[in-house]
Every structure is written in structure tokens, then in C-alpha cells.
């Protein structure tokens, strides 16, 4: 399946053929639904076939192979049919909140000296957990300093690695409770220019402008060590 998300977290829609369609979900030989996966929703859209015919995506979700995404139609939606030409298109505005809230996440871990140990992408409100036992700089500290690397418009962009390369540089994985997947030949790094560098395969902006008013909403204490910030768009 060709992820076009991966290369172009932009794009909201792309032409596909379905390669089957069953009760776990639908396949299509390429897609821009991004699955579910390290922390950010998998997207919403619709399938609209030639002759009109449209089917509601309720979510994607990750299937066995790398880069299989299983489209999941919401309840009571009709099956396409397999060779069916659609277009497949997502909820834009959703995917770019994703986007603008994920690339927002990173900033924090440049801004917060600590490892991550969890985090959830909403286009609401997100969470990121962090292993900071003895915080050293408060909500408002912290918005501010994300505000100051917004303003300063920096440029986002993804960048591949080999295995090997991630294996010599350990630092690049900044999650504590999950690993990047290996074993493909490479691996996807997301790069903020000067601020940050690490492991990840989700969508996001390409310049820290776009993520706009952004606001730690709430600091949690979530364990002797686990504390929870809570991250707001302010639009």
C-alpha cells in the first residue's frame, strides 16, 4: 500500500482501487488515512466510488504489514466492492488540528529535559507524560517558551535514517514506553529545525508558525515521578 500521508502530510485526498473490503475494514492499494498509531487518531473521511456511491470512514487503523492501513467503516455502511476505483478523502480539519497538536507536542520535548512515558494527540486537547520528577518550570513558563518557537516560524521537516543509524544515535528515541518499528531498513525522524530531532511517523505541520496560539493548559501529578501536561490550541 502506498502511504501518501508519509510524504505529504498535506494532501486530502488521492484516487484508489479497493483491494478487498471485509468486516475488519477496507484495503486500498494507496491511501491518505493516517492510522492510528504512536499517540495521534487515525483519520476520518469518506470513500466516494465513480458512480457516487459514498462509504463513511468512522477511523483507520494499522493492519499486520508496515504502512497496511484498514479503513473502518462506520456502523450500518454498505461494502465496496473489490476493484472499485474511489477517491478517498479525509476530514481535513480534524488532520490538521492532529497535525498542529502533534508538532506541538514535540516542542515540548525540547523546551521540558525529560523522557516521555505517554501521550495522546486530540484536536481539542492533547496530553503528553512525561518522566519529570521534580518539575523546574511551571504551565506558564513553559507556554511561553512554546510561544517564542512559534513565533519564531522554524521549519518541520521528516527525515529518514537506516536501522543502523538508529541504533549509533539511542537519543533520537525519546519515548520510554515505545520504540520506533525496525527491521524495515529505515526509519522516520522529524526534525524542528534547531529546536528538535526525533523518532516519529506521525503527520505535522511544515513550520512551527502554523501551530498558532498553543497553551499548557494544566500541569498533573500522575505517579512519584509521571507528570501530565495538559496542551490546548488557543484559536
Known amino acids: 500500500m502506498e502511504a501518501v500521508f508519509r510524504n505529504d502530510a498535506y494532501a486530502r485526498s488521492c484516487s484508489a482501487t479497493v483491494i478487498e473490503a471485509g468486516p475488519e475494514g477496507i484495503r486500498l492499494d494507496r491511501t491518505v488515512f493516517y492510522p492510528t498509531s504512536g499517540g495521534q487518531p487515525g483519520d476520518s473521511g469518506v470513500l466516494i466510488a465513480a458512480d457516487g456511491s ?45 497535525m498542529r497538536m502533534h508538532t506541538a507536542l514535540h516542542l515540548i520535548c525540547a523546551v521540558v529535559d525529560a523522557g516521555i512515558t505517554g501521550a495522546q494527540v486530540g484536536a481539542q486537547k492533547s496530553r503528553i507524560d512525561l518522566d519529570w520528577p521534580e518539575p523546574d518550570m511551571t504551565r506558564e513558563e513553559i507556554t511561553a517558551r512554546l510561544a517564542e518557537i512559534v513565533a519564531a516560524d522554524r521549519p518541520v521537516r521528516p527525515i529518514w535514517i537506516t536501522d543502523e543509524e538508529l541504533a549509533a544515535q539511542p537519543e533520537l528515541v525519546r519515548s520510554m514506553s515505545v520504540s520506533p518499528p525496525t527491521g524495515f531498513g529505515r526509519v522516520r525522524l522529524l526534525e524542528i529545525e534547531g529546536v528538535d530531532l526525533q523518532a516519529c511517523g506521525g503527520t505535522h505541520v511544515a513550520s512551527t508558525g502554523e501551530i498558532g496560539a498553543v497553551e499548557i493548559a494544566k500541569i498533573e501529578n500522575k505517579g512519584k515521578q509521571n507528570r501530565r501536561l495538559n496542551v490546548v490550541l488557543r484559536d
Open 54 to 98: 459514498r462509504y463513511t470512514i468512522a477511523g483507520a487503523v494499522k493492519g499486520a504489514a508496515p504502512d497496511d492501513v484498514l479503513h473502518q467503516l462506520a456502523e450500518g455502511s454498505a461494502l465496496p466492492a473489490a476493484g472499485a476505483r474511489v477517491t478517498a478523502q479525509i476530514d481535513w480539519d480534524t488532520r490538521y488540528r492532529h
